[in-house]
């Protein structure tokens, strides 16, 4: 079984002075610079459709990641419903581009992880993402199941990787998180 690694955030670090809330619509030119911040290195250009019809029906509930004065570092959310009712599926995490390594898309992801967690019909988490990404989930848990080369597109592997609910609900009963500042 592998480590799964737990956001432990100090309340000094920059990912616990941030806070997530729900998205709203007139999000959606931030989440359109989120997302080009982190073109090409991240996401390919040609998912600039795929990401703006998203954001105009979303499949579930969706969050933006911002400083407490407002300024938007981030975005992501989930998704269940799909042909297997017992699985939920990350939709379109992001953070912006400058702010890579910075512990906010650790934030981002056990904020939602948490969420998800408390759903308990929920039993696996998946993710469709790059090979450039898939690194830093697995250091949370997930595993990788497929792999499709230019899955994307070209130079942008998909990777597809689970994570099973009931090994992180169980991590999590045992390691105390510090609470984000508020």
């Known amino acids: 079984m592998s480590r799964i690694r737990h956001a432990q955030l100090n309340p000094n670090a ?20 989120l997302f080009e911040s982190n073109v090409p290195r991240y996401f390919a250009a040609a998912e600039r459709p795929d990401f703006l019809t998203f954001l105009d029906d ?47 898309g650790e934030r981002l992801l056990s904020e939602r992880l948490a969420q998800i967690a408390a759903e308990p019909v929920f039993e696996t988490v998946t993710i469709e993402t790059t090979q450039y990404s898939c690194g830093f989930f697995a250091h949370y848990g997930f595993v990788e199941t497929t792999r499709v080369p230019d899955g994307f597109a ?5 990777v597809d990787m689970t994570l099973q609910l009931d090994t992180y609900r169980h991590a999590m009963s045992t390691v105390e998180i510090a609470a984000p500042s508020t």
């Open 58 to 104: 979303m499949p579930g509930p969706y969050f933006m990641l911002e400083s407490m004065d407002g300024e938007a570092l981030g975005c992501g959310g989930y998704a269940g419903g799909g042909e297997d009712p017992f699985v939920a599926f990350l939709c379109w995490g992001m953070v912006r581009g400058d702010l890579h390594g910075r512990r906010l």
């Open 14 to 33: 920059p990912g616990a002075r941030v806070r997530l809330r729900p998205w709203r619509m007139e999000d959606r030119e931030l989440g359109l610079a």
């Open 154 to 158: 070209p130079g942008m592997d998909r």
